[in-house]
C-alpha cells in the first residue's frame, strides 16, 4: 500500500507538470540565478559599444525628446566613426514637435508669419536621410495591447522543418516608428524583453510571431545588418510531436536557440564594452570617441531615470534595457549561450517518474527515516547534476524530480504512519489481553519485535493449577463458581504481567505462560522463580480470612527451546508456543502434588538462579527417555542467603545421595536435619527412607522416580 501511494504521489507530481507549464520554473531559475551570481560570464572586449542617453546628456542637451536633427547628427556621426550596426532601443512613434518645419507650422496656424532659411529640413526626413545612409537597426515594441499591426520585417526568413510560429512569443500588437523611418532603416527589430514573473529578466527573445510575419529581435537583427546577411536561416526540431526552434543562423554565425526562440543570458556586466553619452557624440570632436565605435554594433539607449528604461537582473540591481540586448549578442559572437534544449522537459519529466517510482518502490524498505534520507539525497543529486551542466551550456529543470520526489515521499510517508498506527493499533489488541502494558508499548513502538511468524526461542514456561478445584465447585451456583475462578485468576495474572509474563492461555482453573517472547526478557528464569513465589504469596493472602476451604495451587516451571508465535488456523490462531518444553512443564506441574510442594521446576529453570532452591528427585516424565532433575522453590533470595537453608541444602544433598546409593543409614541421619522441609516433601522422604530400611536394593536401582510405576526404579 505504500508503494501504491508513493506512486500516486508521482503520478499527481507529474499531472502537475504537465497541467501547468511553466508555473514549475521557479527551481530553475534561482537555480541558474544562483550560478551566475557566483560564476559571472567572462566577457572580453566584444565588439559592441553602447551610446547611452544618460543623464549628463540631457544635462547637455535638455529634456527628452530631443530635435530629430540632433539624432540625426548621432547617426551620421557614428556611420561616419565606421559603426557595424546602430541598433535603436528606442521608438519613434510621432512626428517631431521640435523640428523647425513643424515650429514654423504652428506660427502659421497662430496667424503668424515664419519664413524658412535657405536649407532648412524637417526633423524627421533628416532622421530618415541619416537611417537610410548607415547601418541602422530601427526598434519597436510589440506588446499585447490592442495597437496598430507591426510593420513588415526586414528580415528574410528561411525555415527548415514545421513552422515555429506557434511556440515563438506572440503579442498581438505593436508601437513602430513613423513608417519612414521603418522604410530607411536597413533592419528592424523588436527591443520588447518580456521579463519573468518576477520582474527579472533571463531570457531575451530572438524571434517574435506577428501577422506581419516574423520579426527578429533588436540583438539578432543587428548582428544580421552588422554582416550584410539577408535572411535568418531556422532549423526547427520536431521531437515527440512538439515543434520547436532548435537553432538559428545569422550570416556566418550559429545560435542555439530555446525551443520558444528565447537565448538564456549568462549576464557578465560587459565591463569592457565602451559606453558612451549621447550629447558625446552629438557635440564632441569625433577624434575623442571616434576609434571606440569603429568596428562595433552600437547599441543607442537610454539610461536616465526619467526614461525608466531599466531592468533587473539575476545578477541583483537594476541596468538600462539595451544592456540586455547586448549581452545577447555577446553571447551569439562569443558562443557562450545558455541553452534551454527541446529535449530537456522530456528528460526531465522521465526522470521525475523514473525518480518518483524509485522511490515509492524502496520506501517499505528503508521506512519513514531512510526514505527520507534518500529522498534528500535524490534531491541534492538532481540540484547538484543541474548545476553541473550549467557551465556547459544546458539550462536543466530540477523541479519536475524535486516536486515528483517531495510528494512520493509525502504520500508514502503519511500512509505509511498509517499503517503503523494502524499495525500498532493492532498489535495491542493482539497482545493487551495476555502481555503486560510495558510489553505491549514496546511492541506497538517496535512491531517487529513481535515475530509473529513462529520462531524457534528459549523461553521459561509457566503452568499453575488451582488443587482440588473439582471439589470446590461442587455444590457451588455459576455466579459463585465464577466470582471464585475471578477472584482467584485475577491476582495471579497481574503477578505474571507485572513479572514480564506473556499469558499464553486459561484453561478453566488452569494458567500457561512464559518469558522472553514475543520480546526478549533479561534473567526470564529469575523473573520465572520471582513470579511463582510471588504467586504463592498472594494465595496465602487471599485464603486469610475467607470462610471457603483454603486454596492451594501447584506451579510447574521449565526452560527450553520451543517454537513461539501465532498458532493455528487462518480462520482461528492465538499467540502460543509449542515444543517438548512446554510438555515437561506440564508433567512438572502436575508432580508438585506428589512431592508436596508448591512450586517445582527443572535444574535447567533454576540454573544461575540464587532463589532458595533444593533438589529433590531426578524424574522420568511420560514421552521423554532423559530424566529431569526436579527442584523445589522454596522462598526467595534473602531465605536462600541464610545460613538455616544453608545446612538444610547441605542435608537434602546428603539424603539424596544416600537415597541413590540405597543407603539406609546415611538416609535415616541426614533425615533427622530436613524437619524444616515443606511437610508433603519431609513426608515423601520419611516414607522412602522407611523403605530403605524395610527393603532390598531392587535389581536394577536407578533412583530415578517414573510416575507410570508405583515406585522409584
Given amino acids: 500500500m505504500t508503494r501504491a ?19 514549475g520554473e521557479r527551481a530553475m531559475t534561482l537555480l541558474v540565478d544562483g550560478w551566475q551570481r557566483s560564476a559571472p560570464r567572462q566577457s572580453l572586449d566584444p565588439p559592441i559599444a553602447i551610446v547611452d542617453i544618460d543623464e549628463a546628456a540631457l544635462a547637455r542637451l535638455g529634456q527628452w525628446p530631443w530635435p530629430r536633427g540632433d539624432l540625426a547628427r548621432m547617426v551620421e556621426r557614428l556611420t561616419e566613426a565606421g559603426a557595424a550596426a546602430i541598433a535603436f532601443d528606442i521608438v519613434f512613434a510621432e512626428p517631431d514637435r521640435l523640428s523647425v518645419t513643424t515650429a514654423a507650422a504652428a506660427i502659421r496656424r497662430a496667424g503668424g508669419t515664419a519664413q524658412l532659411p535657405p536649407g532648412a529640413a524637417d526633423g524627421d526626413e533628416s532622421l530618415a536621410r541619416a537611417f537610410a545612409a548607415g547601418p541602422v537597426v530601427a526598434g519597436l515594441i510589440l506588446t499585447p495591447e490592442g495597437r496598430a499591426s507591426p510593420p513588415a520585417p526586414k528580415a528574410g526568413i528561411a525555415v527548415r522543418g514545421p513552422d515555429p510560429a506557434p511556440y515563438l512569443p506572440s503579442l498581438g500588437g505593436a508601437v513602430s516608428n513613423l513608417p519612414s523611418l521603418d522604410a530607411a532603416a536597413a533592419g528592424l527589430g523588436s527591443f520588447s524583453l518580456l521579463p519573468e514573473p518576477d520582474g527579472v529578466v533571463r531570457r531575451v527573445p530572438l524571434l517574435f510571431a506577428t501577422e506581419a510575419g516574423l520579426i527578429p529581435g533588436l540583438s539578432a537583427e543587428a548582428l544580421r545588418v552588422a554582416q550584410g546577411a539577408g535572411a535568418l536561416q531556422l532549423r526547427v526540431a520536431d521531437e515527440g510531436g512538439r515543434p520547436g526552434l532548435e537553432a538559428m543562423r545569422i550570416g556566418g554565425i550559429d545560435t542555439p536557440v530555446g525551443p520558444d526562440g528565447r537565448l538564456w543570458l549568462h549576464w557578465s556586466g560587459l565591463p569592457d564594452v565602451p559606453r558612451l553619452s549621447a550629447a558625446e557624440v552629438i557635440l564632441d570632436d569625433a ?80 521506512g519513514a527515516g531512510g526514505a527520507a534520507a534518500l529522498a534528500s539525497a535524490l534531491i541534492a543529486g538532481v540540484l547538484g547534476l543541474a548545476w553541473a551542466a550549467l557551465p556547459r551550456g544546458l539550462v536543466l529543470d530540477p523541479g519536475p524530480a524535486i516536486l515528483a520526489l517531495l510528494t512520493t515521499f509525502l504520500c508514502g510517508a503519511t500512509t505509511l504512519a498509517l499503517l503503523t498506527e494502524r499495525e500498532r493499533r493492532g498489535v495491542r489488541r493482539t497482545f493487551s489481553l495476555y502481555l503486560a502494558p510495558a510489553v505491549v508499548d514496546r511492541l506497538a513502538d517496535d512491531p517487529s519485535a513481535a515475530r509473529l511468524e513462529g520462531e524457534a526461542t528459549e523461553i521459561t514456561i509457566l503452568f499453575c493449577d488451582l488443587r482440588g478445584f473439582s471439589g470446590l465447585s461442587e455444590g457451588m451456583d455459576p455466579t459463585e463458581l465464577t466470582a471464585l475462578l475471578n477472584g482467584f485468576l485475577t491476582p495471579m495474572t497481574e503477578i505474571l504481567l507485572a513479572h514480564g509474563a506473556t499469558i499464553d492461555k486459561f484453561i478453566g482453573d488452569a ?81 508438585t502434588r506428589y512431592y508436596g510442594v508448591e512450586t517445582l521446576a527443572s535444574a535447567e529453570t533454576v540454573r544461575g538462579s540464587l532463589m532458595a532452591t533444593l533438589e529433590v528427585d531426578r524424574v522420568r516424565v511420560k514421552g521423554r527417555d532423559a530424566p529431569v532433575e526436579l527442584h523445589a522453590l522454596l522462598g526467595d533470595r534473602a531465605l536462600a542467603e541464610s545460613p538455616d537453608f544453608a545446612r538444610l541444602a547441605e542435608a537434602q544433598a546428603r539424603w539424596l545421595a544416600a537415597w541413590r546409593a540405597w543407603d539406609a543409614a546415611s538416609a535415616r541421619t541426614s533425615l533427622a536435619e530436613l524437619t524444616r522441609l515443606p511437610p508433603g516433601l519431609f513426608a515423601l522422604q520419611s516414607d522412602r527412607t522407611l523403605r530403605l530400611e524395610t527393603e532390598a536394593r531392587p535389581e536394577g536401582w536407578s533412583g530415578l522416580y517414573d510416575p507410570g510405576e508405583k515406585s522409584p526404579t
Fill in 287 to 366: 577624434g575623442g570617441w571616434a576609434d571606440r565605435i569603429s568596428g562595433r554594433v552600437v547599441f543607442v539607449g537610454t539610461s536616465a531615470a526619467g526614461l525608466r528604461d531599466l531592468v533587473a537582473t539575476p545578477l541583483g540591481g537594476l541596468v538600462p534595457g539595451v544592456e540586455a540586448h547586448a549581452e545577447a549578442l555577446d553571447q551569439m559572437l562569443s558562443g557562450a549561450a545558455l541553452v534551454r534544449p527541446g529535449w530537456a522537459p522530456g528528460a526531465e519529466f522521465a526522470a521525475a517518474l523514473l525518480l518518483g517510482l524509485s522511490l515509492s518502490v524502496l520506501m517499505p524498505l528503508l
Fill in 5 to 23: 501511494a508513493g506512486a500516486v504521489g508521482t503520478v499527481v507530481a507529474l499531472i502537475l507538470v504537465l497541467a501547468l507549464p511553466g508555473q
Fill in 511 to 591: 494458567i500457561m505462560a512464559f518469558w522472553n517472547a514475543p520480546l526478549p526478557v533479561e534473567a526470564h528464569r529469575v523473573r520465572a522463580l520471582e513470579a511463582a513465589s510471588a504467586m504463592g504469596q498472594a494465595l496465602r493472602t487471599l485464603n486469610t480470612g475467607s470462610a471457603r476451604p483454603p486454596l492451594a495451587i501447584g506451579i510447574g516451571l521449565n526452560t527450553g527451546t520451543c517454537c513461539v508465535g501465532n498458532l493455528g488456523s487462518a480462520q482461528r490462531f492465538a499467540y502460543s508456543a509449542i515444543g517438548d518444553p512446554v510438555n515437561v512443564a506440564s508433567r512438572i506441574e502436575a508432580l
